[in-house]
């Protein structure tokens, strides 16, 4: 079964400084990765995916992430947040299979911005 | 292009009651699925719809069913409600491309 773990619960990270959150899955063959960012209230937004190819990948708002197949791994980085940055990140795990599709989703990571 | 609409915004209901909750596609999507997010979790899958037919069930009771019509939007109904089943659905519809895209969702509240 598939599974997804986000070790850090709430992070606190100064404004101008630099992200990571971490986000380690398990999956029986080659996993589609996903991070996904929730405003409160609101719906889910992508921000970027993996599915092959580079392990290095680009999102939206300057987020990149780094897979890294011997660690089990999908860490989700910012060279510099901003204060809108600020909102709850969720890393998930999709199978897809025969017009199948499911998403797995951690139990989210909240971000605080401080000034 | 409009995206995935949900309605309604928010809803209360008493245990034991029945309730639906509606998703629009963003348009061409042909497939829809539904989740379940909780206060302070994650979003947990309960359906899949593709052409009408339902694709895949998550681990949730009989009390919940979905249907998806001919222009794919997609109903989800729950019987006999529970103050556990207070929580944010989220539709999310896709091209059965790998990526999902998610509405707003329905906050509901059972007392």
């Known amino acids: 079964a598939q599974s997804v773990t986000q070790p850090d619960i709430h992070i606190t990270v100064s404004e101008g400084a630099s992200l990571e959150l971490r986000c380690n899955y398990s999956?029986?063959?080659?996993?589609?990765l996903f991070w996904y960012v929730q405003s409160p209230g609101q719906g889910l937004q992508l921000l970027l995916k993996?599915?092959?190819?580079?392990?290095l990948v680009q999102g939206i708002k300057g987020f990149e992430a780094e897979f890294k197949r011997s660690q089990s791994s999908f860490n989700l980085r910012k060279p510099s947040v901003h204060w809108s940055d600020a909102a709850e990140y969720f890393c998930?795990?999709?199978?897809?299979?025969?017009?199948?599709?499911?998403?797995?989703f951690g139990t989210g990571t909240r971000l605080t911005i401080i000034p | 292009d409009a995206g995935v609409t949900q309605s309604p915004t928010h809803l209360i209901k008493t245990r034991g009651q029945q309730v639906t909750l509606r998703c629009s596609p963003i348009?061409?999507?042909?497939?829809v699925s539904w989740y379940q997010q909780v206060l302070g979790q994650g979003p947990q899958f309960i359906f899949q719809?593709?052409?009408?037919?339902?694709?895949g069930r998550g681990n949730f009771p009989d009390r919940f069913s979905a249907r998806q019509f001919p222009n794919y939007s997609s109903e989800l109904n729950v019987n006999a409600l529970l103050l556990g089943d207070s929580a944010l659905y989220l539709c999310?519809?896709?091209?059965?491309?790998?990526?999902?895209?998610f509405g707003p969702g329905t906050r509901l509240t059972v007392t």
């Open positions: 999310a519809s896709s091209l059965l491309s790998g990526e999902q895209y």
């Open positions: 999956y029986g063959a080659t996993p589609y």
């Open positions: 993996y599915f092959s190819g580079d392990t």
């Open positions: 998930a795990v999709g199978s897809f299979n025969f017009g199948n599709e499911k998403l797995t």
């Open positions: 348009s061409g999507h042909k497939s």
């Open positions: 719809y593709y052409e009408k037919e339902e694709r």
